[in-house]
């Protein structure tokens, strides 16, 4: 076991965990932050996508070791005292959500693609969001979502 | 007061939107339970043979693990579908790869890897047969080492779990028309299509936690799952044989379900049950969920089909009779496969007028997983048949397939090849004339034939015209007498009670639409109970593109009913605001203890099936559609793209036009997927590709701006017009893109999934010759087609 410490959505954590534990089961196991999902366990699908120090990462593909003394931002941080973010509302107005399980990773990636790009091209926003999978939408609900959100200067 | 603006064709939010973008919905991995352990499935790893013996690695403490086999099932050892012959876990034989043989709990999950690792199975194997033809084969030959599944008092014969014969008309007459229809036919174009598995790829893979309670000797008395499902009721009935309890001792309840497509239809039954079992043996609540290469390679896919035509045609262009073959491979068990074949079955001869039609189905066995539901359910297939075969008709008497399809629509008042009449208004022609304008399809056409002349990319567009029947077949919907509550809370809100479940496609959202239409309340005010069959009536399976017509038509009926009630009882004025309402709603709660308004389906009038013939009204309603792909190919790379997709269709009036979009676009995205991406690869009837790196669904980048339209012609079926929408978009995408890419490069490809190196094969034939490079590209001497005429012939 290893003595890890990070902040997740703002609030400092140390935990004595397994090193090579993922860190999506960390998350979800350790911190009941059930918000990420697994989906293929191989970083294919994007359903654990969190933001590490800002970057975009499959939560099922990083060792737990790796993220001591970095800073995590989980879907449970987006929104702020249970107000919605606007990539959230958009989401939601836009039909970007439909059966909600890969919801939470593709909110995530929005928010790296916004930070980005602030107004991204359509193109710009199919291959910013190509590592996360979603089976329900044909994802055309979740560009308009996302267009929304750049629109209302989500980020 | 004032009526409210309407809310059914606004597009109000999510019911639970809220909580899915929050990352707050609760899926079932995401629960917990005290005492909980952790569930594992052993399986078959051959896909045929006796069971000799079972051993246990002595490098493991297996007193600490829970163990259940065949034996130790109180009830019958069966996933009961439509037929007894799934065992709900392989006693003496094994009939299919990953086919569950012994269940394992643990409170730790991770010493269940090893303990999976650590039972060996021996067998006596026997010969598989992997293939359609193999099956057929062995009852041909009468090859009894490899009739693998034997007939059944339930239905089927040797290797076939079922079979149809449907004919347009009275049998004897429409064979002689046919014969008749075939001997003076102009043309005479014949037919193979092939369509592979296809896995549904929900992003949640399958996963339950049961409960079970014992009496004091040890005996269950009932027993609860709860998880990811399209049909609790599906699960209570296979819970009841394998427990032997009666319905009301199995308590099943949906949670928040991450994707379904049907392959939560029927699948859920088998891994509820065995966590269910688990639960009676360890005395602990069991959770089981999937992992991704688990889900795919053990649970079930769209069934593989072949399907053959014999087209009678005349040189004006007419259809004058048609055979039509389509066999399906259903896999080791029957499960769901006669009515997949059904589906198939029905939808085979098209929106199109048949003088004379036959058509014969059937569902084959092989040693592979068995096949299940999958939005469309089978119709996808048939109609990847039948849409192919008309652009190949209208080639070879040299009309355009615009033109050739025209002459042959069907339209008002004509009968369906079932002979069911067209009462409600079609208008094919319409739909046809406006999804080629909105498609920009003339124009293109001629654009790219000019442009390809210059180019390695070849561009094309292609189209499908088809229906999508909504609802159970025939007397389906009278033999599922579906049953809805409406409550009043004790706050004043009505309460939606039904065993339909949201799954992302919007139940919640159009069922409160309606209630709330009808009541005319506020969308808010309305709520829908959790899926929980303790509480909420068997209002039918989630499946078959029936919640909006047929469970929507129910919630309006009983919302009328309640005002009624309310209006009888305590006398709600007839114009009535939100506050009255309630005033009233608790009123009568006072004077009665509860509000329930219960609604039973009841069969529209003159509805007419017979299931022996096969003839009548197959569905109360259709869905008519015209879907236009435009698709470019590259001749460097063999790749072939869908570059642009238009999708018009007749769904009655539109519910919720974000869902509905959301709905088609969908749907659409798998169909693209189904044509061009999803191959499932198999080895010795098992699946080898079983991850999401090597089976490769469309992702945002891969899909082209997909463009939805919808005509809006109000049906009597559905609340406020609606018709029936989740199945639809899944027929039309794989034809309509490789009737594009025959458009633009000349070749029939009747095969799909259709891969670059698919492609790449078929054209380097043309020009290797040691591959026999004598064939030209000319589309009338294709692979797959034969082709009889005067002119051809002469």
């Known amino acids: 076991m290893s003595a890890i410490s990070f902040t997740v959505n703002g609030n400092r954590q140390t935990l004595d965990v397994a090193p090579m534990k993922r860190l999506l089961d960390v998350l979800r196991e350790d911190l009941h932050l059930t918000g990420a999902k697994e989906g293929c366990g191989e970083g294919e699908c994007g359903a654990c996508a969190v933001l590490l120090d800002g970057d975009l990462v499959n939560s099922c593909l990083v060792p737990a070791l790796q993220v001591n003394g970095s800073r995590l931002c989980t879907i449970e941080g987006v929104s702020t005292e249970g107000r919605l973010h606007p990539i959230q509302q958009c989401f939601l107005e836009r039909g970007g959500a439909q059966c909600g399980i890969c919801t939470p990773g593709m909110i995530l990636a929005t928010h790296h693609l916004l930070d980005k790009y602030p107004n991204p091209t359509l193109e710009q926003i199919q291959e910013g969001l190509a590592g996360n999978l979603c089976r329900c939408t044909g994802y055309m609900r979740i560009f308009e979502s996302v267009q929304e959100a750049a629109k209302a200067g989500a980020v | ?794």
């Open chain 2, 1 to 794: 007061m004032s009526q409210r603006k309407p809310i059914l064709g606004a597009s109000p939010l999510r019911k639970e939107g809220r909580a899915k973008v929050l990352g707050a919905a609760q899926y079932i991995d995401d629960l917990s339970l005290p005492g909980m352990w952790f569930g594992a499935t052993v399986r078959s790893s051959i896909a045929r043979g006796r069971i000799r013996s079972i051993t246990f690695s002595p490098e493991i403490d297996w007193s600490q693990f829970a163990i259940v086999r065949a034996s130790d099932i109180p009830g019958e050892n069966t996933i009961v579908h439509l037929t007894k012959d799934h065992p709900c876990l392989a006693a003496d034989a094994v009939n299919h790869p990953e086919e569950p043989i012994l269940l394992l709990a643990h409170p730790d999950k991770t010493a269940l890897i090893a303990a999976v690792r650590g039972v060996s199975i021996d067998y006596d194997e026997l010969p598989g047969v992997f293939t359609i033809e193999e099956s057929e084969a062995a009852v041909e030959n009468n090859d009894i080492e490899r009739i693998i599944w034997p007939g059944s008092d339930q239905g089927g014969t040797a290797n076939c779990f079922k079979q149809y014969l449907m004919y347009s008309g009275d049998a004897r007459e429409t064979e002689d028309g046919l014969a008749a229809a075939f001997e003076t036919a102009d043309y005479i174009v014949e037919g193979e299509y092939h369509t592979g598995a296809q896995e549904q790829l929900y992003i949640e893979n399958n996963g339950v936690i049961a409960e079970c309670n014992k009496d004091a000797e040890g005996n269950v008395t009932d027993v609860c799952v709860r998880g990811s499902m399209q049909c609790p009721y599906y699960l209570v009935h296979a819970l009841t044989l394998v427990f032997n309890l009666p319905e009301d001792k199995c308590r099943v309840i949906q949670v928040e379900t991450g994707g379904a497509f049907g392959g939560k239809e029927d699948f859920p039954s088998v891994i509820g049950s065995h966590a269910a079992l688990l639960a009676m043996k360890c005395s602990h609540p069991v959770k089981i969920t999937y992992d991704r290469a688990e889900d795919m390679a053990a649970t079930t896919k769209r069934h593989p089909s072949r399907t053959r035509h014999r087209t009678a045609v005349s040189k004006e262009g007419k259809l004058l009779g048609g055979s039509i073959d389509v066999a399906i491979d259903g896999g080791a068990y029957a499960t769901l496969s006669p009515v997949v074949l059904s589906r198939a079955t029905i939808h085979a001869p098209g929106p199109y007028q048949w003088p004379h039609i036959r058509v014969r189905a059937k569902a084959m066995a092989t040693n592979i997983p068995p096949h299940g539901a999958f939005r469309g359910f089978g119709a996808p297939q048939s109609l990847f048949g039948l849409e192919r075969h008309m652009d190949k008709i209208a080639r070879v008497i040299g009309l355009t397939p615009e033109e050739f399809r025209r002459r042959n629509f069907l339209a008002t008042g004509d009968c369906t090849a079932t002979g069911q009449p067209l009462v409600e208004p079609v208008d094919m022609q319409h739909l046809l004339t406006r999804a080629l304008e909105e498609s920009g399809y003339h124009e293109k056409l001629a654009r790219f034939a000019e442009e390809n002349k210059h180019s390695s990319i070849k561009r094309g567009v292609g189209f499908a015209s088809f229906m999508h029947g909504t609802g159970f077949t025939g007397s389906g919907e009278r033999r599922l007498n579906s049953l809805v509550y409406l409550d009043v809370l004790e706050d004043g809100r009505p309460q939606i009670l039904v065993s339909s479940t949201e799954f992302g496609q919007g139940t919640n959202t159009i069922l409160s639409q309606v209630a709330a239409q009808t009541l005319n309340l506020p969308y808010d005010d309305i709520v829908v109970a959790q899926p929980d069959t303790s509480v909420v009536p068997n209002s039918g399976p989630t499946v078959a593109s029936r919640t909006a017509m047929i469970v929507g038509k129910l919630v309006e009926r009983a919302a009328l009913q309640m005002l009624t009630m309310l209006r009888d009882d305590v006398k709600l004025p007839e114009d009535y605001s939100p506050a009255e309402f309630k005033a009233a709603a608790l009123a009568y709660r006072a004077k009665h203890g509860s509000l329930r308004s219960s609604v039973r389906y009841e069969p529209p009038a003159k509805i007419f099936w017979d299931d022996d013939l096969y003839r009548g009204d197959a569905y109360p309603g259709y869905a008519w559609a015209v879907y236009v792909a435009e698709v470019a190919v590259d001749l460097n790379t063999y790749m072939a793209t869908c570059t642009r997709f238009d999708a018009l269709q007749e769904v009655g009036m539109v519910m919720h036009p974000v869902l509905a979009k959301g709905q088609i676009e969908g749907g659409v995205a798998q169909g693209i997927g189904y044509a061009l991406y999803e191959k499932c690869m198999w080895k010795d009837g098992r699946m080898m590709n079983n991850q999401m790196t090597n089976y490769i669904m469309p992702t945002s980048a891969d899909l082209p701006p997909i463009h939805v339209h919808f005509e809006e012609v109000p049906s009597i079926h559905g609340p406020g017009g609606a018709k029936g929408i989740g199945e639809l978009p899944m027929d039309g995408p794989a034809p309509a893109i490789l009737n594009a890419i025959e458009n633009a490069t000349g070749v029939a490809f009747n095969t799909i999934p259709l891969l670059p190196e698919d492609i790449f094969e078929r054209f380097t034939s043309f020009t290797t010759p040691s591959h026999g490079g004598s064939e030209d590209i000319d589309p009338l001497t294709d692979i797959d087609t034969e082709v009889e005429s005067p002119e051809v012939n002469a």
